[in-house]
C-alpha cells in the first residue's frame, strides 16, 4: 500500500521497511520486492549486489519468474560484468519449470553458442515447448529452424503451421515471413520444393526491384539474406539493404536494422546505434519499434534506464496488440516498476488517432490481401484518417470487417467505433455494443473502456452502471488511466459499486501517476473536500494547476476559486481572474458565470458590465441557472444593457425551472410588484413557497410578509 499510495501517501522509505520484514521471513514476494527496491533505488540507495542476493533468495526457492529476472539481468549486465555462464545456469531452472520465456532464452543461447557450446539440436526442443505454451517467440522461432533444418530435419509445412500460429498473436515477424513464403495467415502449407522454388524466383524479382530503388523490396531482400530465403544466409547483405531503406525513412527497415546491431549481426554490436534506429521507426509509430525501445530503457542498453520511457514506448506497442509489450508491461508492474512512471496510458488507435505504423501503403496493402488481419485493420486506419491513400470511410469499414470476423480485436473495436459516429455505415449503437464487447472479451483495453462508456451512458439500449463498472474495472487493472479515473468517478457518487472515497482516491491517484490530467482535477476536489483523504488546500491546488495547465476546464476554475478565497495559495483576485478567463475561453460554464460576476464587481479587472453581460449570456445560454438569475438581475436593473423588466423575468423563469432558489424568489418577486409580468399573488405565493422551502431567507421574509399582510394564507 505504501508502495502504490493505496489509502495512504505514497513513501518507498515504508515501502522498503514492510516488504523488508516480509522478506526476512521467507516470504518469496517480500524478497522480490527488497530486491526490487535495491535493483531501482526506491527507498534505499540502488544496490544491484543487494537486488541480486534478494532475487536469488526468491529464486532459490523455486520462483520462475525471479530465476528468469535472475537471468536477463547477468545476460545483459545489467549493473554488473556480463556473465553468459549464470545466465544458462538461470534460464536452465527457470525452463525446467515451465517458464516459457526462459525456455526460449535458453534456446537462443543454445543457438548462439552463448554461455553454452552452440547446439541447435538442443535449441530445437525448447523452442517447440515455449510454442506449444502459446509464447509468439517460440512458434516464430520454432517455424524459423523447421524452414532452415537447423537442429531438425527441413519441413516447410511445420514451418508455415508455426510461422501462422506466431502471426495469429499478431507477431510481426512471423506476418513478415509468411508475406515472403507466399503464404496467407490461414493458408495451406506448400512442400520444401515448392517453397524453394518460389523463394528463388522471389529472390530475383525482389533483387531487381531493390536496385531500382524500392524500399519495400530492400526490406524484404534485407529479410531474405538474413534468413537464407531464396539465397546463402548473409548478414553482411541483410545489413546492406535495411540500410538502404532505412536511409530513406522506411521504418520496417530500421527497426530490422537495429536489431541487427542490438545482437551483433553483420555488423559490431552497438546498442546505442539501434536505439537511435528504434528512435527513428517508433516515432512513426511501428509497434515492433516501440517494444524494442520500451527495451532498451527498461534494461538500460544503449541509453540510460528510465522505466518511464519504457513504459511509454511499451504501451504504445502494446496498445496495437503487440502481445511481447503488455506481457513485458505485466512483469514490470508486478515488479513496481510501473508505479512512479509518468507516461501516459495509450489507447488502442481508433479511426481518429493519426498515431499508426508508418510503414507504406502497398506493403500494408500486400500483407492484407494475404488475409493478415493485423494488416486489415492498419489499412482500414490508413483509410479512415487518409494516411497514405485517400480518406475513404466506407474502405475503411470494409477492411475493419474483414479482419473482425476473423476474430481481430483492434478491428472490432475500430469497427464499433465507426458504427459508433456513423462513418461508412449507418449510425447503430447495437452494433457498437456488439463489436466493442467482443474485443473487450479478448482483453482489449479500448474496448473496455468503450463498452463501459456506453453501459454507463445508455447508449445501446442498455444503461447500466454495474456493467460499467465491471469493464471499467477490467481496464484500470490493465493500467488504463482512463478507466482508473471513470471508475474512481463511480465510487466518488456510489453509482454501480458501493460507495468507497478511499478507493476512490487510490484510483484517481493511480490515473495521475500516469499524468491523466481529468484525474488529477478530481484528486484535487477529493483533497479540497477532505474526501477519502486528509483535507489538503495545497495539494489541491497543486492538482487543479496541474490539471488546469492541461487543458482541464473545471480545474482552472477551481483553481480560481482556491485564488479567491486565499486556501493554498496567496490570495490574489487577477490571478483568479486568469484561470477565470482560460476556463471561460474553454465553454466551461461555471467560469464563464464567475467571470461575469468579477466584471460586475471589478474584483482582479476593472469593472465593466457590458463585459460581465456579454460573460454571463455566454453561461446562462448553456442552461447555468445562476447565470441565468445574474443575467435576469441586470436585464431588471439596467446594467450593462437597455433596462428590461420582460427578459429579466424570462431569465428568472429558466433559472426558477431549473431549481435555482434565488431564481424562484426573484420570480416570486416580479409576480409580488409585478414587474416585467401581470401582478399576481397566487403566482408569487407559489414561487415563494418553492424557494422557501430551500431555505431561501429572502423568500421566507417574503413569504410571512404577504401572509401577514392578508394576501397569503399561513
Known amino acids: 500500500m505504501y508502495r502504490d499510495g493505496q489509502g495512504v501517501e505514497q513513501d518507498y522509505t515504508q515501502a522498503a521497511a514492510w516488504f523488508r520484514k516480509s522478506a526476512d521471513q521467507g516470504d518469496v514476494g517480500g524478497q522480490v520486492e527488497v530486491g526490487n527496491i535495491y535493483r531501482y533505488g526506491r527507498g534505499v540507495a540502488k544496490d544491484m549486489a543487494q537486488a541480486v542476493l534478494w532475487y536469488k533468495k526468491a529464486a532459490d526457492q523455486g520462483s520462475p519468474e525471479v530465476q528468469y529476472i535472475l537471468a536477463l539481468i547477468y545476460r545483459d549486465g545489467e549493473g554488473l560484468e556480463r556473465d553468459d555462464t549464470q545466465a544458462v545456469f538461470w534460464f536452465r531452472k527457470a525452463a525446467d519449470l515451465g517458464y516459457a520465456d526462459a525456455r526460449v532464452c535458453l534456446g537462443t543461447m543454445y543457438l548462439t553458442g552463448r554461455g553454452v557450446a552452440k547446439d541447435n539440436t538442443q535449441a530445437v526442443p525448447l523452442f517447440r515447448k515455449a510454442a506449444e505454451q502459446?509464447?509468439?517467440?517460440?512458434?516464430?522461432?520454432?517455424?524459423f529452424m523447421y524452414l532452415s533444418g537447423q537442429g531438425v530435419p527441413q519441413d516447410a509445412a511445420q514451418a508455415v503451421t508455426w510461422y501462422q500460429k506466431a502471426a495469429a498473436q499478431g507477431f510481426t515477424s512471423a506476418q513478415q515471413a509468411l508475406v515472403l513464403l507466399g503464404v496467407?495467415?490461414?493458408?495451406?502449407?506448400?512442400?520444401?520444393?515448392?517453397?524453394?522454388?518460389?523463394?528463388?524466383?522471389k529472390f530475383r524479382t525482389t533483387r531487381v526491384a531493390a536496385e531500382q530503388g524500392d524500399t519495400s523490396a530492400q526490406v524484404d531482400l534485407g529479410l531474405m539474406y538474413e534468413?537464407?530465403?531464396?539465397?546463402?544466409?548473409?548478414?553482411?547483405?541483410?545489413?546492406?539493404?535495411?540500410?538502404?531503406?532505412?536511409?530513406?525513412?522506411?521504418?520496417?527497415?530500421?527497426?530490422?536494422?537495429?536489431?541487427?546491431?542490438?545482437?551483433?549481426?553483420?555488423?559490431?554490436?552497438?546498442?546505442?546505434?539501434?536505439?537511435?534506429?528504434?528512435?527513428?521507426?517508433?516515432?512513426?509509430?511501428?509497434?515492433?519499434?516501440?517494444?524494442?525501445?520500451?527495451?532498451?530503457?527498461?534494461?538500460?542498453?544503449?541509453?540510460?534506464?528510465?522505466?518511464?520511457?519504457?513504459?511509454?514506448?511499451?504501451?504504445?506497442?502494446?496498445?496495437q496488440g503487440f502481445s511481447p509489450a503488455r506481457q513485458m508491461l505485466r512483469?514490470?508492474?508486478?515488479?513496481?516498476?510501473?508505479?512512479?512512471s509518468s507516461a501516459q496510458n495509450t489507447t488502442t488507435p481508433s479511426p481518429d488517432d493519426p498515431k499508426r505504423p508508418a510503414a507504406t501503403a502497398a506493403r500494408k496493402l500486400a500483407i492484407a490481401e494475404f488475409g493478415n488481419t493485423s494488416a486489415q485493420?492498419?489499412?482500414?486506419?490508413?483509410?479512415?484518417?487518409?494516411?497514405?491513400?485517400?480518406?475513404?470511410?466506407?474502405?475503411?469499414?470494409?477492411?475493419?470487417?474483414?479482419?473482425?470476423?476473423?476474430g481481430n480485436a483492434c478491428a472490432q473495436n475500430n469497427?464499433?467505433?465507426?458504427?459508433?459516429?456513423?462513418?461508412?455505415?449507418?449510425?447503430?449503437?447495437?452494433?457498437?455494443l456488439a463489436l466493442f464487447r467482443s474485443a473487450a472479451d479478448q482483453g482489449l483495453v479500448s474496448a473496455q473502456v468503450n463498452l463501459g462508456n456506453m453501459y454507463m451512458n445508455g447508449q445501446g439500449g442498455y444503461k447500466d452502471n454495474a456493467l460499467a463498472a465491471v469493464w471499467f474495472r477490467k481496464a484500470a487493472d490493465q493500467g488504463d488511466p482512463s478507466a482508473q479515473?471513470?471508475?474512481?468517478?463511480?465510487?466518488?457518487?456510489?453509482?454501480?459499486?458501493?460507495?468507497?472515497?478511499?478507493?476512490?482516491?487510490?484510483?484517481?491517484?493511480?490515473?495521475?501517476?500516469?499524468?491523466?490530467?481529468?484525474?488529477?482535477?478530481?484528486?484535487?476536489?477529493?483533497?479540497?473536500?477532505?474526501?477519502?483523504?486528509?483535507?489538503?488546500?495545497?495539494?489541491?491546488?497543486?492538482?487543479?494547476?496541474?490539471?488546469?495547465?492541461?487543458?482541464?476546464?473545471?480545474?482552472a476554475g477551481n483553481l480560481a476559486y482556491l485564488y479567491v478565497e486565499g486556501r493554498g495559495v496567496a490570495r490574489s483576485d487577477e490571478e483568479a481572474v486568469a484561470w477565470l478567463q482560460k476556463a471561460a475561453d474553454q465553454g466551461d460554464a461555471l467560469a464563464q458565470s464567475s467571470l461575469g460576476y468579477m466584471y460586475t464587481k471589478g474584483r482582479g479587472v476593472p469593472k465593466d458590465d457590458a463585459k460581465a453581460l456579454e460573460w454571463l449570456q455566454k453561461a446562462a445560454d448553456q442552461?447555468?441557472?445562476?447565470?441565468?438569475?445574474?443575467?435576469g438581475t441586470m436585464f431588471m436593473e439596467g446594467r450593462g444593457v437597455a433596462k428590461d423588466e420582460a427578459k429579466a423575468v424570462a431569465m428568472f423563469r429558466k433559472a426558477a425551472n431549473r431549481g435555482s432558489a434565488i431564481g424562484q424568489a426573484s420570480l416570486g418577486e416580479s409576480y409580488e410588484k409585478g414587474t416585467g409580468v401581470v401582478q399576481d399573488d397566487a403566482q408569487a405565493v407559489f414561487w415563494f413557497r418553492k424557494a422557501a422551502d430551500q431555505g431561501s431567507t429572502n423568500a421566507q421574509d417574503a413569504l410571512r410578509k404577504m401572509i401577514e399582510a392578508g394576501r397569503a394564507r399561513q
Open 377 to 406: 485493420c492498419d489499412i482500414g486506419t490508413m483509410y479512415a484518417n487518409g494516411e497514405s491513400v485517400p480518406k475513404d470511410d466506407a474502405r475503411a469499414v470494409m477492411w475493419y470487417r474483414q479482419a473482425a470476423e476473423h
Open 623 to 631: 442552461g447555468l441557472a445562476e447565470a441565468q438569475t445574474d443575467l
Open 134 to 143: 502459446g509464447l509468439a517467440l517460440g512458434q516464430y522461432n520454432l517455424a
Open 227 to 319: 534468413y537464407g530465403l531464396g539465397v546463402g544466409q548473409d548478414y553482411a547483405q541483410a545489413v546492406r539493404w535495411f540500410r538502404e531503406a532505412a536511409d530513406h525513412g522506411e521504418s520496417t527497415a530500421q527497426t530490422n536494422l537495429a536489431d541487427m546491431y542490438e545482437n551483433g549481426r553483420g555488423v559490431t554490436r552497438d546498442d546505442a546505434e539501434a536505439v537511435r534506429l528504434l528512435q527513428k521507426a517508433a516515432d512513426h509509430g511501428l509497434d515492433g519499434a516501440e517494444y524494442g525501445l520500451g527495451l532498451m530503457y527498461a534494461q538500460g542498453r544503449g541509453v540510460t534506464r528510465d522505466d518511464a520511457e519504457a513504459v511509454l514506448w511499451l504501451q504504445r506497442a502494446a496498445a
Open 485 to 555: 479515473n471513470t471508475l474512481g468517478v463511480l465510487f466518488t457518487d456510489g453509482r454501480g459499486v458501493l460507495k468507497d472515497e478511499a478507493e476512490a482516491v487510490a484510483l484517481f491517484r493511480k490515473a495521475a501517476d500516469q499524468e491523466d490530467a481529468r484525474a488529477k482535477a478530481n484528486l484535487g476536489l477529493m483533497y479540497l473536500n477532505g474526501r477519502g483523504v486528509s483535507q489538503d488546500d495545497t495539494k489541491a491546488a497543486v492538482l487543479f494547476r496541474d490539471a488546469a495547465e492541461h487543458g482541464i476546464a473545471s480545474a
Open 184 to 201: 496467407n495467415e490461414n493458408g495451406d502449407a506448400k512442400s520444401v520444393a515448392e517453397i524453394q522454388e518460389q523463394l528463388t524466383t
Open 331 to 340: 512483469e514490470m508492474e508486478a515488479s513496481g516498476r510501473t508505479q512512479s
Open 415 to 432: 469497427l464499433g467505433l465507426m458504427y459508433q459516429r456513423g462513418r461508412g455505415v449507418p449510425r447503430d449503437d447495437k452494433q457498437a
